[in-house]
């Protein structure tokens, strides 16, 4: 069966820090990674990864994709307490698969 | 541009009742979806129509759920009846154009069912 595995479920760490999220799959044929964050609702677009090694990065955050050994990495450095929300990794071919996500808290 | 609106925000019912939950996707999008997310659980995929079609229903889990898009607008889905096991957070989203290499699929904010 299809399965996107997201480490840590959850991580709490102090304004400043640099977090890494791990995204790991077992999904046989799919288009692209996404990357989600999920505050109070509905999750928003951050990323999406198709192409193995191609650093994406928006601001503080950066994601990659390895396809070889089936993980993507979220990066996020100098945490700022607006970062905290869950943030999801799902795998699109038509329908999107999701990993149950990554609750990260930023502490003032 | 108003994006995709579910409604209710929130239902509370009773195990037997019956629910409709009901989306309004971005006004032009083919492709509406429908998730659900059971507490402790992920976010999993119900159904995808384009426009009034049914597209892939794979993801329903039984014949207690109705999900239907007359008029290839908006999109409802009915619970009927409802057991405890439904409780969760019920997801809608659309994408633009039906068939395209890559279509950007835009969230609504859920709307949590609790079946007491």
């Known amino acids: 069966e299809d399965k996107v595995v997201q480490s840590p479920l959850s991580l709490v760490v102090h304004e400043g820090d640099t977090v890494t999220l791990n995204c790991s799959y077992e999904?046989?044929?799919?288009?692209?990674l996404l990357w989600y964050k999920q505050e109070k609702k509905a999750p928003t677009f951050l990323f999406m990864l198709?192409?193995?090694?191609i650093e994406k990065k928006s601001g503080r955050l950066s994601s990659i994709l390895d396809k070889k050994e089936l993980f993507s990495i979220l990066n996020i450095t100098a945490t700022q307490t607006g970062d905290s929300a869950i943030y999801l990794c799902?795998?699109?071919?038509?329908?999107?698969?999701f990993g149950k996500g990554t609750r990260l808290h930023i502490l003032p | 541009e108003a994006g995709v609106t579910q409604f209710p925000s929130h239902s509370v019912i009773e195990k037997g009742q019956t629910v409709t939950l009901r989306c309004d996707p971005i006004?032009?999008?083919?492709?509406l979806y429908w998730y659900r997310r059971v507490m402790g659980k992920e976010i999993k995929f119900l159904l995808h129509?384009?426009?009034?079609?049914?597209?892939?229903e794979s993801g329903m889990p039984n014949n207690r759920f109705l999900a239907e898009r007359t008029g290839g607008t908006y999109s409802t889905l009915k619970v009927q009846p409802a057991e405890l096991e439904d409780s969760g957070v019920y997801f809608c989203?659309?994408?633009?154009?039906?068939?395209?290499?890559?279509?950007?699929?835009?969230f609504g904010p859920g709307t949590r069912l609790t079946v007491l």
């Open positions: 989203a659309s994408s633009q154009v039906a068939g395209a290499t890559y279509n950007e699929q835009f």
């Open positions: 999904v046989t044929n799919f288009r692209s």
């Open positions: 198709t192409s193995s090694g």
């Open positions: 799902a795998l699109r071919d038509d329908k999107i698969i």
């Open positions: 006004s032009g999008h083919d492709n």
């Open positions: 129509f384009v426009k009034e079609s049914k597209q892939d």
